[in-house]
């Protein structure tokens, strides 16, 4: 992470993702987030410059049309899917 970095933090809302928003303001880099409606106000005082409802049909829209060609399913031995995301935001 370097200063001015733009930083994606996925689920900010949790412990880690609030950790992870503090840690890249203190790097001095700038802060997107997604989380829940009830999260917003905290995560734009820890610092995030946008701190964006994860089930608003902007971000839902967005995400289904730019990671489908990244998105892969994996199974685990109790047949369990998960699904896991490899993208890169320029």
Same mark, same amino acid.
Do not use: H, T
């Given at each position: 992470m370097?200063?001015?970095q733009r930083i =994606? %933090? %996925?689920?900010?809302?949790?412990? %880690?993702?609030?950790?992870a928003i503090q840690l890249a303001v203190a790097a001095g880099c700038p802060v997107t987030t997604t989380c829940g409606s009830q999260s917003v106000e905290r995560m734009l005082a820890a610092g995030?410059?946008?701190?964006?409802?994860? =089930?608003?049909e902007v971000v839902l829209n967005f995400l289904l049309y730019h990671i489908s060609k990244h998105l892969f399913r994996y199974y685990n031995n109790h047949r369990q899917c998960y699904y896991i =995301?490899?993208?890169?935001?320029?």
């Open positions: 370097s200063n001015r =994606l %933090v %996925v689920g900010g809302g949790g412990a %880690v993702g609030f950790s995030a410059e946008q701190a964006v409802d994860y =089930l608003s =995301l490899f993208f890169e935001i320029k």
